[in-house]
Every structure is written in structure tokens, then in C-alpha cells.
């Protein structure tokens, strides 16, 4: 009976000893779309002469396990753990709930399991296991119109056929809780900027259609005598790039890259004021390519460049790609909604997504009929907000709310602070 694919469970666990599953291992789910890792075997046939003029035997005289897995971008744990392989590190959570992690020297290992249901046997699976394995490459693809997609290129170290077909003793499976993909409009904080700042606010300004994030650890298996597949892996030079495609409206970015100017990118993946992103900063770099493309009708002008990571030494510790995110269940206050009751014309009650403190109105407008209120006092209590204003709202009158990035208002449980609100909301004025 076939097995389809659409059943296969993909799993990964930090190892402690590389190349050794930990004992009772808590699997993290790693959903993929595709996936191609693999025991990728070297044999030849045997060259021994014999009477009967045929071959003698097949001889397996090497292998390596390696592949790639595709899948739709998520924060996930399992990502996290992928992100600190490629990283060679591991998350700073000193700042916590604020998280951070900069390229380091420290291989993360991990063992890899594909499991399938056993046909005919309800309750049992089949299991691949592969171990030592380290994400050599990522490759992140974010595309206007679609979901972010990344391939992670994996190199792992031997396989003992006696062990990887088997479930370990004690293996646990918790349940993804969350598994949001990651999507275009939600890419968020595209800067491409040089020394000078001038770049930013044209970048801001514009259309950037695409961007894809490249990294690669060069890494390679070392192969010894006595043993079946690579004893051990090792860490080449990390090497980090960004591709972009950006509506071409001057000569600024040509200019820079004729220069050689010094730049820096960032971008951020997902909503930043909760733990669903990953916000990806290169420090220092250069352009490497820039051409100015003009594709054919009815198509656009636009910039296609290749932005080159180089290490920032005045960054602690020195990288080339910083990556940010929140502690998972951290957030950051949000509007919701607020009203203005009746009988109580001067207070402006706005509630937000959790419960908050507030320490002065800076950074806080409050418009009646388009013209800013003064905001004589407020007071917090859980998720709302008492702004007390000078003058009483009256009947029929339009109220707005907005903050911008110098509100003092956070969130009690993590000190998050609120970001700034895009554009003003309406609030319900009951005042009759």
C-alpha cells in the first residue's frame, strides 16, 4: 500500500552531543512543503577478474546525508532552533521578552525525523532519523502577492541503520499551537540606507517588489577511515547577501553603487508588536550588483541589486546579521476601540489589547472635529484608558484617537511599548 506524502511528519530536536539524539527527545514539529535530505550514498562495482565474466559485487564505500527542506515561513520553535544552526549561535534572552541573536562560532546541532503511518497498522509509524545535522543554508524568498517561503540546506553526520529506523525511548510530540504563515503584506521596515541617510526615506518612498535573504555557512563534512558518512562537520566563513527589486525613480542607488558606498538593510517579517516575526538587520555591506531594468512592455523600470553582508566590527558581538523577535506570548499594546459615554462627555475611555500603563498624554491626539483636544489627566485601569479632556464632547462631534512612536504607554506584563498607530481611529460618541 502506497504511503502518500501528504502524511509525512517532519520533526527536529536540539542535540546536547552532536551526532546523539538526546534521551526521552521532545520533538519540535517542522512542517515542511517539500523536503529532499537524504542518505546520498557512494558505491562502485567490483573490478576482481572472475571466470564467469561478470561482476562480483557492489561495494558501498562512502555516504552523507544532506537535502534541503522547503517550507512556508512560520515562527515556530522548531524555526527558532533552525535560525540558531544557521546562526551558529543562540538567542540573547537577556533582554527578555526582547530576543536577539547575532552570527557566532558555535555549531548547534540537531537530529531530523521523518515519520510516516506503517499502512495497515493504525497507531504505528515508519521513522527516518538523521543526526548531527546542522542548517548549513537559508535562503528567504519574500515576493509581493504571496506567502514568504525559505529553503533550509542541511548537512548531517552519519547513519546507523540499526538506530535511525526506530522511535527513541520516551519520544514526546507537543502540538504547534500556533503555525501562522508569514505573508508579503505583512513585510514590514524595508530600509536601505547608506552612511549618510539618505537613501532611507527614497526606499520608504517607493515600491520594493521583492527581496530575498541568502546565507550560507560553507560548510563541509569531513570523511575519515573507519567511518561510514562524515565524522564530524565544520563551519566554513558565513556569508550573507540580500537581493532586492525596487521601482526605479533615480539615479540615487546607481550612484552608491558606482561609490562603493558603506549601506545597511533591514526588514521585518510579520507584525513586530507580537512574537509572530523575525525582524532581519545586515549592519554593513555593499552593493555588489545594481542594474536599472527595463523589462519590456507594459512592465515596470526598476532597480535589481545585490546588497553583500560584511561584518560589522563596532557591532557586540561582531556580525553580519543581527536577528530580532519577542518572547513567545509577548506583545505590545494595541488599539481596540473607545468610546466617549453619555454623561461623562469630558472622559475618553480607549481600550487595548491587554492591560497597559501609561505615564503622561505625550505622544497621544485626541481630535474633536478635526482640531486636537488638551488632555488634562489619565489614568489607566487593566486595558482601558481614562483621558480626561479640558473641554466636554457634545453631540454629533467626531473623535479620533492616534499615538505616534513617543507614547508612554506599555504593556504591564512585559514593559512592551505601544508602536505608533498608522493612521487616527474613530471612537463612539454616545454623548446625547
Known amino acids: 500500500m502506497p504511503i502518500s506524502a ?22 519540535l514539529q517542522f512542517p515542511p512543503v517539500s523536503e529532499s535530505v537524504a542518505t546520498n550514498a557512494t558505491t ?22 544532506s537535502g534541503s527542506v522547503e517550507i512556508e515561513l512560520a515562527r515556530t520553535p522548531a524555526m527558532d532552533l533552525i535560525l540558531e544552526s544557521v546562526m551558529a549561535s543562540a538567542w540573547d534572552v537577556t533582554g527578555d521578552p526582547n530576543y536577539t541573536m547575532s552570527v557566532g562560532l558555535d555549531q548547534v546541532t540537531f537530529s ?38 525559505a529553503s533550509v540546506g542541511l548537512i548531517g553526520k552519519g547513519v546507523d541503520a540499526a538506530l535511525n529506523t526506530t522511535e527513541p525511548v520516551g519520544s514526546t510530540y507537543p502540538a504547534l ?7 508579503a503584506p505583512g513585510v514590514k521596515g524595508i530600509t536601505l540606507d547608506n552612511e549618510a541617510g539618505t537613501l532611507a526615506p527614497l526606499i520608504t518612498d517607493s515600491c520594493t517588489t521583492d527581496i530575498t535573504l541568502n546565507v ?30 525596487i521601482f526605479f525613480s533615480d539615479n540615487n542607488i546607481m550612484e552608491d553603487f558606482l561609490k562603493q558606498s558603506a549601506m545597511n538593510v533591514t526588514f521585518t517579517i510579520g507584525d513586530a508588536d507580537t512574537d509572530n516575526h523575525y525582524k532581519f538587520t545586515l549592519p554593513k555591506g555593499k552593493l555588489s550588483s545594481e542594474t536599472v531594468v527595463a523589462g519590456g512592455t507594459n512592465t515596470d523600470v526598476v532597480n535589481a541589486l545585490t546588497f553583500q553582508g560584511l561584518v560589522d566590527t563596532t557591532a557586540v558581538p561582531p556580525t ?53 483636544a488638551n488632555i488634562s489627566s489619565q489614568v489607566a485601569a487593566a486595558s482601558d484608558v481614562t483621558f480626561t479632556l479640558d473641554t466636554p464632547v457634545t453631540v454629533g462631534q467626531i473623535v479620533t484617537f492616534q499615538v505616534d512612536a513617543t507614547n508612554t504607554i506599555t504593556d504591564t506584563t512585559d514593559g512592551l511599548p505601544m508602536s505608533a498607530m498608522d493612521k487616527a481611529e474613530s471612537l463612539s460618541n454616545n454623548v446625547a
Open 6 to 27: 501528504d502524511s509525512t511528519g517532519l520533526y527536529i530536536v536540539k542535540e546536547t552531543v552532536s551526532g546523539e539524539t538526546p534521551a526521552s527527545p521532545v520533538w
Open 112 to 149: 531530523l525525523m521523518k515519520r510516516w503511518p506503517r499502512p495497515g497498522s493504525p497507531g504505528d509509524y515508519i521513522y527516518n532519523i538523521y543526526t548531527g545535522c546542522t542548517a548549513d543554508t537559508l535562503s528567504v524568498t519574500m515576493t509581493a502577492g504571496s506567502e514568504v517561503t
Open 216 to 245: 550560507t555557512n560553507n560548510g563541509r563534512g569531513i570523511q575519515c577511515l573507519g567511518t561510514l558518512g562524515n565524522k564530524e562537520t565544520v563551519l566554513g566563513r558565513f556569508e550573507s547577501s540580500v537581493d532586492m527589486t
Open 320 to 372: 553580519t546579521v543581527k536577528i530580532d523577535t519577542l518572547a513567545v506570548g509577548a506583545s505590545a499594546p494595541k488599539f481596540v476601540s473607545g468610546l466617549i459615554a453619555d454623561g461623562a462627555a469630558t472622559d475618553v475611555v480607549v481600550t487595548f489589547s491587554e492591560p497597559v500603563a501609561i505615564g503622561n498624554s505625550t505622544g497621544v491626539t485626541i481630535n474633536v472635529d478635526g482640531a486636537p
Open 44 to 65: 562502485t562495482i567490483s573490478n576482481t577478474l572472475n571466470a564467469t565474466r561478470q561482476v562480483l559485487d557492489s561495494i558501498l564505500t562512502g555516504m552523507d546525508i
Open 177 to 183: 499551537t500556533d503555525f501562522n504563515v508569514l505573508r
